[in-house]
């Protein structure tokens, strides 16, 4: 898996762009590389742009050592914001994927997006809210 972390300031962001083959390690290596970024900050929201990313065929085991870093690290990760973009027609598949194997509740809120603009735009929401 190979992934491209950026910040956004126009939407005071992190955009994680991935593709290739998911798998533990790899995803695992982003999400420490997310948190040593020099605008990591613990409650901000970042949208994955998961377009590119096969995740197809990840094994349970893959799943539980992925919630187990968030686990770890959920003081880290904060309350903000994670949208997850898939491709058109493939959001069903990630829910399927992440509804295998033990469960976790944090903090952080998590949707499913089939479109990048759709993911923005709920990212904002608290902002217009609040502003």
Not at 11 to 22: A, K
Not at 92 to 98: C, N, R, T
Request: hydrophobic share 40%.
């Amino acid at each position: 898996m190979h992934y491209k972390i950026l910040y956004t300031d126009l939407t005071d962001l992190l955009m994680v762009q991935t593709d290739g083959r998911m798998n533990a390690g790899d995803y695992i290596g982003m999400a420490r590389q997310i948190l040593g970024h020099p605008r990591w900050l613990p409650d901000i929201n970042v949208i994955f742009d998961h377009t590119a990313l096969d995740f197809k065929d990840v094994p349970v085991s893959d799943l539980q050592m992925i919630r187990s870093f968030h686990l770890e690290h959920e003081e880290r990760i904060g309350s903000g914001k994670s949208a997850i973009v898939v491709a058109p027609g493939l959001s069903p598949a990630w829910l399927e994927l992440w509804g295998q194997g033990e469960k976790i509740k944090t903090k952080n809120q998590v949707q499913v997006f089939e479109s990048c603009v759709d993911a923005v735009n709920w990212i904002k929401e608290d902002k217009k809210a609040k502003g």
